[in-house]
């Protein structure tokens, strides 16, 4: 980014515009911004700072719905996550990363559009912890190959039935996990250089008001919408992901 007025603003508004879904949604922050910041910012600044802004979007969200926190239930996916990612970032020496994302992004978009077409889907109840942490280290890969670090759990909280409160007390801690670790592992590669940091801190404004505002449009959601908006998210990163 050379520093213009229009590519300042182009940052600006992808950053109020991710932070405003995943405040909504409790996801999608990252493939919100980086659709209008790839055409601005390297790959590397992408990845930092959808890093580092996830970090505190979906750690303020936690931080709000902390009461709520079930460690009971909250364990197993984050134990399979901590197993997960250092073998996600593995495959990407291995692996061709285009291949992977397209494969994640059809997949999404036939669940998506299995689950809207077809609403009453029976909650999954089988499998207990053992079943939780599976998805959990499977999240956890994918994360490691692709930065979306809660899809799989989100996906897997819907199939359970869970309410709303309790879906987002689940996958949001997990993708503050992942977030965390992918950090430490970017900061020990020595991989953030100070323009970078001046982009974070110049979005700090943005990124709060769009989590204030979706945290408050998230209050109003019911049940049933809260639902729709996660299959229609889901189904508008699994295009993003073929694409």
């Known amino acids: 980014m050379d520093g213009t007025t ?4 182009l940052f600006l508004l992808a950053t109020f515009a991710g932070a405003l879904v995943a405040g909504l949604s409790g996801f999608a922050f990252g493939l919100i ?28 969200s936690v931080w709000k719905l902390r009461g709520a926190l079930d460690w009971r239930r909250l364990w197993p996916f984050m134990a399979g996550a901590a197993l997960g990612v250092p073998v996600g970032v593995s495959v990407l020496t ?10 994640v992004g059809a997949f999404l978009m036939l669940y998506s559009l299995y689950a809207l077409l077809r609403p009453a889907i029976a909650p999954v109840k089988a499998g207990g912890a053992a079943a939780d942490a599976g998805v959990g280290f499977l999240n956890g890969v994918l994360g490691g190959i692709t930065g979306l670090a809660g899809i799989l759990v989100t996906i897997w909280c819907g199939l359970r039935g869970w309410p709303k409160d309790v879906q987002r007390t689940v996958f949001q801690p997990v993708a503050v996990a992942i977030f965390l670790m992918s950090a430490l592992w970017i900061g020990a590669k020595g ?21 204030w505002a979706g ?26 992901l073929i694409i």
């Open 6 to 9: 229009l590519e300042l603003t």
């Open 94 to 103: 291995l692996a061709n990363p285009a291949h992977v994302r397209a494969g």
């Open 215 to 240: 945290l408050k449009l998230y209050g109003r959601l019911d049940e049933a919408s809260f639902r729709k908006v996660v299959l229609v998210l889901l189904l508008v990163s699994g295009t993003v």
């Open 33 to 60: 911004a980086s659709a209008i910041w790839l055409y601005i910012l390297t790959p590397l600044q992408t990845a930092t700072l959808i890093i580092a802004f996830g970090l505190i979007v979906q750690g303020y």
């Open 191 to 211: 991989a953030i250089a100070p323009d970078t940091m001046k982009l974070f801190l110049i979005g700090l404004p943005a990124l709060f008001a769009g989590t």
